[in-house]
């Protein structure tokens, strides 16, 4: 993609993210219609279907050959990456949406052939937005973020991880976590997998391991760690698939070799 | 205490914890001198000492025969909580304030005779106070509080708790701890007690289990949860020594008998 039509493109999906935002905040006093999907956890309400159509409609009246790959079911079949691909989640964090009515965002990768060229996440609540194109930095609220420290060590650094990955569990080998868990200096838990990425970005957490994200919860936070420094690719140190489920581990390159390394022992 | 008396006090308290607040935040971004204490991860800094020692100041002027139980060692040598006195962390969350330089607070609770008087919790970069006085209900930025869910299902609940708990560890059963973890809806952790206590008080998340906090860790948000209904002993159910370290358990009583019957093994 080209700067100019990234550029342009950039500014349309700024504008509705915030549009879409703005109204969140308009309603979120109102009272929530909650449903589960597939299990009484995986909860979605009126308002993640609700924004989801919003920016279905928005891109396919301004981009009709645009693909839309997203939570909700109001994108397209995206079966391979061609051709330029919203990736969205209109909220990501909809348990913290649901009960605490902050800390929650919206998404939006767009990937050009399966190449990340634009990042938004939204932080609705406190109105930040973090921002990157490619090759371009990493920015939060329009002010530029530093690059990742390097020489961070992992004793030194903060892991955002959910405690469920220290249970015994069908994915990754948990005694190895634990050893993780005790090696870093300390674990964070935010619940909204966009942020927790852009505050990796941001330097505020320095490593996120997971062992399931959708590709809506990935797409942007993976723009946004590449463009500060950091790397995003599935726990073993391989090349996401943006098409499934991956197993996820996004950190500085030194951070991000360690762990996968000599703490991640898949099942 | 009297009503009068209280309100007095916590008038004054008030005062001073914005004033510190408002300090910190003029001096955010200035360069940190930073400690460690008992371990490498146990961090402490000018700003913490400083802030202390404002309190020591300001409390030893205006009312000389109160005592002083705090972190950084600028208060007294408080063997017994016959008086008043004031239990203080200048910074709790100090991991946080260094890395993040935001999700921390300063916390108080007065005691007197042992009961808890009043509480405060300042999020310093958030601007947000909650307080309490006893028997007048908890309040956010100077609105009320709702009373906690008490009919909320542990399934449907969000807990806080560290990562830390489901590894191996001297305290506690941690094969309880993880089916707990995998009992509730979600679990978060922060890395400041004061301000999970505070979310407790406020709703957005229901319980809180953690193995060791020390008083000032403890003292305001135990008044604060219990002016919405809640229960803050140590995890066993027993009543809390707020001269030592303790365990710690704090919920709604129905998530909070369920827990401490059900899933804490102490070891």
Known sequence: MDNQTRKLLF????????????????????????????NPND?????????EKYFAKKIKGEYPNHLILSEEG?????DNLKGTIWIIDPIDGTMNFVHQKRNFAISIGIYQDGVGEIGLIYNVMEDVLYTAQKGQGAFKNNKQLLPLDK??????SILVINSI???????????????????????????????EFAYI?????????????????????AILVNEVGGLTTNSNGETLDLLVNNTILSANKQIHNKI?????ELK
């Open 11 to 38: 500014e349309k999906a700024k504008e509705w993210i915030l549009e879409a935002g703005n109204h969140i905040r308009d309603v979120i006093d109102e009272p929530l219609y909650i449903d589960t999907k597939s």
């Open 165 to 195: 990955w220290a249970c015994e569990n069908p994915v990754v080998n948990e005694k190895k976590i634990q050893e993780l868990i005790k090696k870093v200096r300390g674990t964070r838990s935010i619940g909204s997998a966009a942020l």
């Open 201 to 221: 970005a941001e330097g505020i957490v320095d490593g996120y391991l997971t062992m399931k994200l959708a590709p809506w919860d990935i797409a942007a936070g």
């Open 260 to 264: 996968s390394n000599q703490f991640v």
């Open 74 to 78: 109001f994108g397209d079949e995206v």
């Open 151 to 156: 020489k961070l060590p992992l004793e030194e």
């Open 43 to 51: 909860l979605v309400t009126q308002m993640d279907r609700n924004t």
